[in-house]
C-alpha cells in the first residue's frame, strides 16, 4: 500500500522525511478508554511505527457511546481494552506493529513499558497516573501529551521537558478524592474526546517529525462551543518536578497502596496523599446514581456485585473482588482520583 | 471593571461562563483576592480553593500580580476524565 500515506505526506508539516520520522516512532498511549481509543486509532493510521498501548480495563457496555475501538461483542465477552484494541488497530494497519498490554500503569512498571518510548500519549482517566507519567516525562526527558475530558469539557497541552511546563507546574498536587467530579458522576459527551484527542494527536505527530510543540494550553466546552487557548510561559521556577527533579510518583513514595484483605474477597485501596475525605459531598454526588448509605465513619453503596465502603480518611474497601487492578479503577471511578 | 472567566466546572458553579467584577479604586487587587470574594458568593467554589489555575490577558498568572481595569482574569479548575 504504498499510496497509504500520500495525503499526509503532500502535508508539508510532514512531508516524506517526516512520514520516515513517524514510521520509526514509538509511542506508548497510556490508558485506553475514550482519548486512548480515538488516539490511538489516529497514531496507527498516521503510520507511527510502534505503538503500545496500556490499559487495565475491559469493555464494558456503558463505553461504546465514546469509546470507538470497541464493539458490543467485545462488551459481552468482557474482553480487556488492550486486546480489543490491539486487534482492531492491527487491522487499520498490518504495516506497524502494534502491542496491547493489560497493565495498571504503576511506578514499578512504566520504565519497563516506556523506555522506548519518544512520547506517551495520555489517555488515562486518573490524576494519579498523570502525576506519574509527568515524572517519568521530566526524569528521562521524554514528552507527553495530556489529555481530559468531562462532561461537555475538555483540556491538553503538551508537556516537553525544559521547555513547556510540566503537570506539577500548574497543578501541583492533585484534586483531593471525592473533591472533583469523575466520568461516572458528570456523564462524557463523544464529541468532546474527539474535539480533545485531535489536539493531542496533532501535538504529537509535531513532536514525532521534530517540530516543536504548541505552548498554548487548550480548553474547551463543545456544547456550548467555547474554545480558549491560553499561553503558558516556561517550566515554573522552583517546580518540585521540573527544577528541583523530586519525583514522588516515579519513586512510590506517592500512590495508591492496595492491600488484598484477605479471606474476604476484598481489596483495601488507599492512596496516601488523600488525608481527608468530605463524605457528604461524595454522597451527595454519588447519591444521583446510586443507593448511597451514609453514616460519620462510612460511607457505603453498591455497584452490581461490588460493596464499597469508603471512609473519611479516604480509604476504601472494595468487596466482592481480590482484583487490586480492578479495585483501583472502582476506587479512580467512584471515588476520585 | 474586569472581566471574569469560568471554565468546566466552575462555570457550572457560578451559573454563568463570566461575570464583571468592581476593583476598588482605592488599592490594587490580585487573582487572589477576587477569588476569594468568589468564593464568598459562591461557596461551592471553595472545594477548588488551591487548585485553580489563574490566567490574566490569556496567560499564566501568578495568582498574586496586580490587576487594572479591563483586564480578563480566567479560573480553570483541574479536569481529570480520560474517559474510561
Partial sequence: MEDRYSRQTLFPGIGRSGQQRLNSSQVVVVGCGALGSVGAEMLARA?????????????????????????????????????????????????????????????????????????????????????????YSVREGVPWVYGAALGAYGISFAVVPGHTPCLRCLFSE?????????????????????????????????LLVGEQASNRILQLDIW????????????????????????????????????????????QVHSPEVRRIELRDL???????????????????????HDISIFPDGRAI?????????????YSRYVGN | MVKILFFATLKDIVGAGSLNFQLLPSRGTTPQQVWTSLINTYPDLGRYRELVQVAVNRKFADRNMLISDGDEIAFFPPVSGGSK
Wanted: glycine share 6%; hydrophobic share 40%.
Fill in chain 1, 283 to 305: 454522597a451527595d454526588k454519588l447519591g444521583q446514581t446510586f443507593e448511597v448509605q451514609l453514616n460519620e465513619y462510612l460511607l457505603r453503596f453498591k455497584v452490581k456485585e
Fill in chain 1, 224 to 267: 456550548d462551543d467555547e474554545w480558549r487557548t491560553v499561553e503558558l510561559q516556561g517550566p515554573l521556577e522552583g517546580c518540585e518536578c521540573c527544577s528541583q527533579r523530586s519525583f514522588p510518583y516515579l519513586e512510590g513514595r506517592i500512590g495508591s497502596r492496595m492491600t488484598r484483605l484477605c479471606g474476604r474477597n476484598a481489596v
Fill in chain 1, 174 to 206: 492533585p484534586p483531593a478524592v471525592g473533591s472533583v467530579e469523575t466520568c461516572e458522576t458528570a456523564g462524557i459527551l463523544a464529541p468532546v474526546i474527539h474535539a480533545v484527542c485531535s489536539k493531542q494527536v496533532a501535538q504529537t505527530l509535531r
Fill in chain 1, 318 to 330: 472494595i468487596k466482592g473482588t481480590d482484583d487490586l487492578s480492578l479495585a483501583r479503577t472502582l
Fill in chain 1, 47 to 135: 503510520g507511527v511505527g510502534h505503538l503500545t498501548v496500556v490499559d487495565r480495563d475491559f469493555v464494558e457496555a456503558s463505553n461504546l457511546q465514546r469509546q470507538s475501538l470497541f464493539t458490543e461483542q467485545d462488551a459481552v465477552n468482557n474482553l480487556p481494552k488492550a486486546v480489543a484494541a490491539e486487534r482492531v488497530l492491527r487491522s487499520i494497519n498490518s504495516s506497524i506493529d502494534v502491542k496491547g498490554v493489560v497493565a495498571d500503569i504503576t511506578f514499578e512498571n512504566i520504565v519497563e513499558l516506556c523506555h522506548e518510548a519518544d512520547l506517551i500519549f495520555d489517555g488515562s482517566d486518573n490524576f494519579e497516573v498523570r502525576f506519574l507519567i509527568n515524572d
